[in-house]
């Protein structure tokens, strides 16, 4: 069997209602539509993290991000009751991403995008990319999505050329130039990352669709009780009701066009039926704080959080003569399984010693419904900038089990009833509650995941808040 051609499109901070096909009804985005009706759509895929670097990292290496070390976004560091656990800065060049084992198959593999994996020693070259193009530490532009964006490795492009357009160009520059051997693109666009910025035609095109629509007349946040971790202790975490930001929809829009963009390209290389293309995101939307530009509802919280808003993502996959058009799969997969997915549709030898996580997602590509898998995992031990603490969880066919490590309180739901979580059964389902919480002990204690000890200092360094505020309830 021919090797295909690989593409996978990861997106940063993308929510899991952020597109038409999975329920928005304000942003617009018609090429992704159009990919999901052409193969199958997730409706209970998973980020493995809440945050960015160790999502990254579980996908190149097919492990939860504890097994392989890295369990924050890299840079980031705060203390509230718990203090901070210790994280790789970098994923380990010991580990054997998937692409050096597509390249020591025959395939030429390239990075264009985001990577915020560690700095120079650690780049996409040395990890078996054979070309890395804004691959850098950066977890976002810095400069913001204009050129001069100030990248290190790649340089600016004319003046106010946008970041979104510029990485697609390289994309298809790549697969336009390219023969031969199958490629693995890997492309993570920065977007929808902050800062929230896109082009004045499309913002005016989204202010004036806020406005007939009547969402300006809707309530759109609601101030919530204090961050807790204590860097930001005196602000409040911000949640939004609806999709209305103007600004933000026009970079879903730009998103959605330059995905367009490369599957035209994909289509005029002649190569589009020997083409798996796989489009997901790092974590849900960022829905809490630093100015709350989407919603996730009916999925509570978003990114930063270990709750469904936190961790839930779109996920499609399009491969022509594998996959039946307009299939929706409802089993649960998570980040790691794209390791073994990808080997397997190479037609490669699984590596269980290094995809010591992940699943291959084959089976259900093919049509199957089930996995032999009847639980995944997550393991957050620390504060976010969005209003999460410190956690773990295990999802175990319909049920979900929350432990927060401040109180160590436990929170039970059924996401088939209650896709909310907004009934804990911890009381209800003690037995339930029992089991699956051991189950989560003896999987992070077989990882030798850290929990974050108290915070010594932390009556020191709290400062008294203002009135208090309750969590707002959906």
């Not at 630093?290 to 839930?312: A, F």
């Amino acid at each position: 069997m021919q090797k295909p051609n690989i593409i996978l499109i990861l997106i940063d901070d993308l929510g899991w209602r952020d597109l038409s096909c999975y329920g928005s009804t304000f942003y617009e985005t018609p090429h992704l539509d159009q990919l999901a009706a052409s193969g199958i759509l997730f409706t209970d895929a998973y980020a493995s993290s809440p945050v960015c670097s160790p999502t990254r990292a579980s996908i190149l290496s097919g492990k939860y991000p504890a097994n392989v070390g890295i369990t924050n976004f890299i840079g980031g560091y705060a203390e509230g009751r718990l203090a901070c656990v210790p994280y790789l800065n970098h994923l380990p060049l010991s580990e054997v991403s998937i692409a050096r084992a597509l390249g020591r198959a025959g395939y030429t593999t390239w990075h264009v995008g985001k990577w915020h994996l560690g700095d120079d020693d650690f780049h996409p070259d040395r990890h078996g990319f054979d070309v890395n193009i804004a691959g850098c530490h950066w977890g976002y532009p810095h400069d913001g999505y204009f050129s001069p964006y100030g990248l290190p490795t790649m340089e600016d492009g004319p003046s106010g050329e946008y970041l979104t357009d510029r990485l697609t160009d390289e994309a298809i520059r790549l697969i336009q130039g390219h023969s031969g051997a199958p490629y693995f693109l890997n492309l993570w666009h920065y977007a929808v990352h902050i800062p929230i910025q896109s082009t004045d035609p499309l913002i005016l095109k989204y202010r004036k669709k806020a406005d007939d629509l009547g969402l300006d007349q809707l309530e759109t946040f609601r101030q919530g009780e204090h961050f807790p971790c204590l860097h930001k202790q005196e602000g409040r975490i911000l949640r939004r009701l609806i999709q209305s930001d103007p600004v933000y929809a026009a970079m879903m829009e730009n998103l959605d066009s330059n995905v367009g963009r490369l599957l035209r390209a994909v289509d005029r290389s002649g190569e589009r039926d020997n083409t798996l293309i796989l489009f997901t995101s790092d974590n849900g939307g960022l829905a809490t704080a630093e100015g709350s530009p989407t919603s996730n509802l009916p999925l509570i919280e978003g990114k930063g959080w270990m709750y469904e808003g936190g961790t839930r993502v779109c996920q499609l996959v399009c491969w022509p003569r594998v996959i039946q058009p307009k299939s929706r799969c409802s089993e649960p997969v998570t980040s790691p399984d794209l390791y073994p997915t990808l080997l397997a549709a190479a037609g490669l030898e699984p590596m269980p010693e290094q995809h010591q996580d992940g699943v291959s997602l084959l089976p259900l590509l093919q049509g199957g419904a089930k996995l032999a898998r009847d639980a995944i995992f997550w393991h957050y031990p620390h504060y976010s900038n969005q209003g999460g603490t410190p956690g773990a969880s295990i999802r175990a066919g319909d049920y979900k089990l929350i432990e927060f490590f401040e109180d160590g309180k436990l929170e039970l739901y059924n996401l088939k009833d209650d896709i909310s979580e907004q009934r804990d059964l911890s009381h209800r389902e003690p037995e339930r509650q029992r089991e699956l919480h051991e189950r989560l002990v003896q999987w992070r204690e077989s990882i030798e995941a850290k929990i974050p000890p108290p915070n010594p200092n932390y009556e020191q360094q709290r400062k008294l808040p203002g009135p208090g505020a309750d969590s707002a309830e959906f």
